[in-house]
């Protein structure tokens, strides 16, 4: 079993028996608040992240990527040899090399701000990097599906579409030709032959055809149950809902997240060749 966009919605509205308006407008805010927490709790190989750079000669500095979070590792090339970098404290990093103007081959970094790291000593080469880091992959509300039109070269890239027919709302993400446009996944279906207008530019075109949701996260195909029980969790808070109900889904939500941590902070960590199988006492 896995969630769409689309069928998480409708479980959160099947569970909760709530379809008013003002509910239904803040579902993927309740999807992305779960996936934020399941980020901050659990420690899973699918938030991070490897990319490779390169240092500028005589610059201290070396930029983060735009969704770093954390670092995990950072090492550099050197002869053709691997030489991982110990992360350390900015003032540990400025006070080994007072001086940026003193090169040489890379021991240390740390974070000098949210936008960059600080190397010590300054490189005196632009070696390679290899940056590992935890990042936020992308939302599952954020899926995309794509409309078939009879133009969309005047509207523009995040304005929201309505439809004429059936009132439905959509973002645009994309334009991948004259007569497509990606759409963030509408939370009502749009009808075809309906007419759609841009919010921001005012064009207006016919809705031809829609491809259906299909797309799926690493979180909504492999820890289903703590995206609905944290969604409902998160939905209930909103409507101020039963203390009964909300601490029944609140326990089911914290049970998925153990079995999570089970995955992300034992299974993916290790083998069982090397450490053994992991056992647990009895009770």
Do not use: H
Request: net charge negative; with cysteine.
């Amino acid at each position: 079993m896995s969630f769409t966009l689309t069928t998480l919605r409708d479980a959160i509205k099947n569970y909760s028996e709530n379809n008013e308006t003002s509910f239904v407008n803040n579902l993927d805010l309740f999807i992305r608040l779960t996936e934020e927490r399941i980020l901050k709790t659990v420690q899973l190989n699918v938030f991070e992240k490897n990319v490779s750079g390169t240092m500028t000669s005589s610059n201290q500095y070396l930029a983060c990527p735009s969704d770093f979070l954390a670092p995990n590792s950072l090492t550099i090339t050197n002869s053709s040899s691997y030489s991982y970098l110990q992360f350390k404290e900015k003032e540990f990093v400025q006070t080994f090399t007072p001086n940026p103007a003193t090169t040489g081959v890379p021991r240390y970094y740390a974070q000098f701000d949210v936008d960059n790291f600080v190397i010590a000593p300054t490189p005196n080469s632009g070696f390679t990097v290899d940056l590992s880091y935890f990042y936020r992959p992308a939302s599952l509300s954020e899926s995309t599906i794509t409309f078939t039109v009879s133009s969309s070269a005047s509207f523009t890239v995040g304005e929201t579409v309505t439809g004429g027919t059936s009132g439905s709302t959509a973002k645009i993400t994309a334009k991948p030709s004259s007569t497509t446009m990606s759409v963030i996944v509408p939370l009502n279906a749009f009808t075809a032959t309906e007419t759609i207008t841009g919010g921001t530019s005012g064009a207006s075109t016919t809705l031809t055809s829609f491809t259906s949701d299909t797309t799926e996260s690493w979180l909504s195909t492999n820890a289903e149950l703590a995206m609905l029980y944290g969604s409902l969790v998160e939905c209930y808070v909103y409507m101020k809902g039963d203390p009964a109900v909300m601490n029944m889904y609140s326990t089911r939500f914290m049970e998925a997240l153990g079995r999570l941590k089970n995955l992300g902070e034992a299974q993916e960590v290790m083998d069982e060749y090397v450490m053994g199988e992991i056992r647990k006492a009895r009770t």
